[in-house]
């Protein structure tokens, strides 16, 4: 096997300011050597990835890696910068670069030695050595571990050598396929010295990243280092892209707590149940594990059995430790928002097939337990009116529920579906569930937090905790905060229902921002979530022009970005019109999250033009007096559209608009090179995006 760095992919002056220029630097070099045959297509491959998880990492490292059709081999590229460069690390720039790239199909030999590269960046020494190194060629040698420098110990060079044949590099401590051993050594023995019993304290992890190359083996190693050293009996089960090898039940079941350092969903996550459990992203695992051994120690001594969810039904990502109070509130409303979707999707689209097949005096329709004729089409739109009237009940329980859920796991299920309810009681609406799933979620963290008797621990979950934060939430929810938001509730209703002239453009237009501005984010599921909250079988037409516009703006991106690949496909890479041809259904599907290939490889340029569209969709089904009783459908509910005709001139005018912008944008920027200074040619064959 040819070595996967050589000197002529090292660069100890690398000259970049942004990641994206560090990235297509390195990347060159690979071209240079035949390890990557489409520039444009591995750096949307990687910009793709990024976009998933920002890669740096605290200690001025950078790892930008991806899976790609264009790459022949494996390879790695190294970079030091003496500016640094801005990965997304939270102590500062990056000036080591690592820019990995990996086939595809990539075997396990080749990603076991890529992992042995991810956990060696965890060692110091090792990090250290690169900073002073001398020359390329030396650097390379050093990755490679041809040779150990002083700063490099003996131990760890031999655990970094990259060009190895797959029977050397499938090593017990790296390999995936292979469960570490339980941490041992002068610390632990220690521990039990100071403890006295001769049992250390047992922590069994997972790691996880959305590739599985590099964060996950670099968490693996952090925590077992960190084991080492604070004393614990710490075995990580890393569960990387070439597979992984469970856990013996054995020492699953001998553990004390469990951490989950995670970016995707855990595997056979049920096996935990049961455990003190940590779960937080996989940089935390790289960058706190000394904190999350702490955290996972002090839940077992509190006897917070906070079991895992039952396989299939987790919210995998709920706010981790040491992140910012605004990303965890968004993971927290995100998490109720999934939930919620599918019975918005099902009660409002039969609510809104109800009324087109009996018309709008189908709400008075008497029950059809009480009156059915199997022949009367009447009936059967009775029929479908009443389902999606109860179906569409469950939305602002569930929203609460969830919301409670992403914050306090099982426990926050009962208060939060509680307070949802009471919200729908008081007629809080939509902000009294968004309300409600916060109190319930804050009441069970709070009650989870106090101290108990080992005798009461098992009925803490089943009766205590939900015991007495249904009471709690009750009691907020009726007679604290419940009318003040009912209140306000009803202010934005009215508001709505007098909405005409200008202040409904203006909103349009903000709306339509929202939706294209992250492409099925955050702001575009607030948008979203503001829109359905305002549905039911009485909304108003405030209500139904606010869904209209956020439903026709949210289709622009998508239809844009499959215009602009077939007028001017030469300005996109061979994967992109392939992306453009799924976005055609896609856009039309309503599914916003159709132009996120082609924002993640140019972000600059796609959702700027992106905006623009949707804010002139946005404004013109406003001015058209556009409504919508359906929340979602994309152009399979245009039947169920006020105005119908005038909503599709809506929709094209913004697509027009941002095809335009992305094509100009596109054709104005400089070609990209080839290291001959040829124009890179655009590839043939058929690609696939990294995974």
Not at 212 to 230: F, P, R, V
Not at 515 to 530: I, R, W
Request: glycine share 12%.
């Amino acid at each position: 096997m040819s070595q996967m760095i050589t000197a002529d992919l090292v660069d100890l002056d690398l000259a970049a300011d942004t990641k994206q220029e560090a990235t297509r630097l390195l990347a060159t070099r690979m071209v240079s050597l035949g390890r990557v045959t489409d520039l444009d297509g591995f750096l949307a491959d990687v910009a793709a990835r990024e976009a998933q998880m920002p890669t740096g990492l605290e200690g001025g490292i950078g790892i930008p890696h991806c899976r790609s059709a264009h790459v022949t081999e494996p390879t790695l590229a190294f970079g030091r910068s003496a500016a640094g460069v801005d990965f997304g690390a939270t102590d500062g720039p990056a000036d080591l670069i690592f820019l990995i790239a990996a086939p595809a199909g990539a075997d396990d030999a080749h990603l076991t030695i890529l992992s042995s590269l991810a956990r060696q960046l965890m060692n110091t020494e090792f990090t250290d050595a690169l900073r002073v190194v001398g020359d390329a060629a030396s650097a390379a040698a050093l990755i490679r571990g041809d040779e150990a420098p002083e700063a490099v110990t003996p131990d760890v060079t031999s655990d970094a050598t990259l060009d190895v044949t797959p029977a050397v590099a499938a090593a017990p401590d790296t390999t995936p396929d292979v469960a570490p051993t339980p941490a041992s050594g002068a610390p632990l023995e220690a521990a039990e010295a100071e403890e006295g019993t001769g049992t250390p304290f047992r922590i069994v992890a997972v790691t996880s990243c959305p590739t599985g190359i590099a964060h996950t083996y670099m968490a693996a190693e952090s925590l077992e280092q960190a084991g080492n050293g604070d004393g614990v009996q710490l075995t990580v089960e890393p569960q990387g892209s070439s597979g992984f090898t469970r856990l013996d039940p054995a020492v699953i079941a001998a553990a004390d707590a469990v951490i989950f350092a995670h970016d995707v969903p855990v595997r056979d996550r049920e096996r935990f149940a049961g455990k003190p459990t940590v779960d937080v992203g996989v940089k935390a695992g790289i960058n706190r594990p000394h904190e999350l051994i702490a955290e996972a120690r002090d839940k077992a001594a509190r006897g917070d059995l906070s079991a895992a969810p039952a396989k299939g039904s987790p919210v995998e990502e709920s706010g981790a430790a040491g992140e910012g109070y605004g990303s965890k509130l968004r993971k927290w409303l995100m998490s109720g928002v999934s939930y919620m979707v599918p019975f918005v999707a099902a009660g409002g689209l039969l609510i809104a097939l109800g009324f087109a097949i009996g018309g709008y005096q189908i709400d008075k329709a008497p029950s059809v337990m009480e009156h059915f004729a199997w022949g009367d089409h009447t009936s059967w739109a009775a029929l479908l009116f009443q389902v999606g009237g109860l179906a569409f009940g469950f939305l602002i329980p569930v929203l609460a529920g969830y919301i409670a859920y992403g914050m306090a796991d099982r426990p926050g299920l009962v208060p939060g579906f509680v307070g949802g309810s009471i919200a729908v009681t008081i007629k809080a609406g939509f902000l009294g569930g968004l309300v409600a799933g916060l109190l319930a979620g804050a009441v069970v963290m709070a009650i989870q937090k106090v101290r108990i008797p080992a005798a009461l621990r098992g009925i803490m979950p089943v009766v205590v905790i939900p015991l007495l934060s249904s009471i709690v939430v009750g009691f907020l929810m009726f007679l604290v905060v419940g009318e003040p938001i009912a209140g306000l509730q009803s202010a934005l209703t009215d508001w709505l229902s007098g909405l005409n002239g200008s202040n409904a453009i203006v909103l349009g237009i903000v709306l339509g921002l929202m939706m294209t501005f992250d492409l099925g984010g955050p702001f575009n599921k607030v948008a979203y979530t503001f829109a359905i909250g305002g549905l039911s079988a009485n909304a108003s037409d405030g209500n139904l022009k606010v869904m209209a516009a956020v439903m026709a703006a949210g289709m622009v991106p998508p239809l844009a970005m499959a215009l602009a690949t077939t007028v001017r496909g030469k300005l996109f890479t061979k994967a992109e019109r392939e992306n453009g041809k799924a976005a055609w259904v896609l856009g039309a599907s309503f599914i916003t999250e159709g132009a996120i290939p082609f924002a993640a490889a140019d972000p600059l340029r796609v959702i700027p033009a992106s905006m623009a569209g949707g804010a002139v969709t946005g404004a013109l089904s406003m001015a058209f007096d556009n409504t919508l009783r359906a929340p979602h459908g994309g152009v399979f509910v245009v039947p169920l559209i006020g105005n119908p005709l005038l909503y599709l001139v809506a929709i094209v005018a913004g697509v027009c608009v941002t095809t335009g912008l992305v094509v100009l944008l596109k054709g104005a920027r400089k070609q990209p090179q080839t290291p001959s200074g040829q124009k890179a040619e655009q590839p043939e064959e058929k690609v696939a995006v990294a995974a």
